[in-house]
Nanobody
Framework: QVQLVETGGGLVQAGGSLRLSCAPS????????MGWYRQAPGKQRELVAALTSFGTTNYADSVKGRFTISGDTTKTTVYLEMNSLKPEDTAVYYCYARGFGGSYHWGQGTQVTVSS
């Protein structure tokens, strides 16, 4: 089964920046949307940002103005530029791709740690 591969996580100081990338291990067709979820210890997974095949984007209120999602759903690639990082952004970040038929592909997750 084709999986998504995330890169770009790491440790950064508060106020710093990171860029996450996500690409498939093979070919995935008919992607309606891609994006990023995150899950912090003891918390539920939350949607951070999403990009549709029409080019529309949406963001969690907590990251608006700091994070930018970009990519190409026809190539199943998506990026997340994260600026002005805060300790509360610390989490495992998961890339996903949703097909027009409702199926999902997920990445294995990449750790982002923001130190104060």
């Amino acid at each position: 089964q084709v999986q998504l591969v995330e890169t770009g996580g790491g440790l950064v100081q508060a106020g710093g920046s990171l860029r996450l990338s996500c690409a498939p291990s093979g070919t995935i067709f008919s992607i309606a949307a891609m994006g990023w979820y995150r899950q912090a210890p003891g918390k539920q997974r939350e949607l951070v940002a999403a990009l549709t095949s029409f080019g529309t984007t949406n963001y969690a209120d907590s990251v608006k103005g700091r994070f930018t999602i970009s990519g190409d759903t026809t190539k199943t690639t998506v990026y997340l530029e994260m600026n002005s990082l805060k300790p509360e952004d610390t989490a495992v970040y998961y890339c996903y791709a949703r097909g027009f038929g409702g199926s999902y592909h997920w990445g294995q997750g990449t750790q982002v740690t923001v130190s104060s």
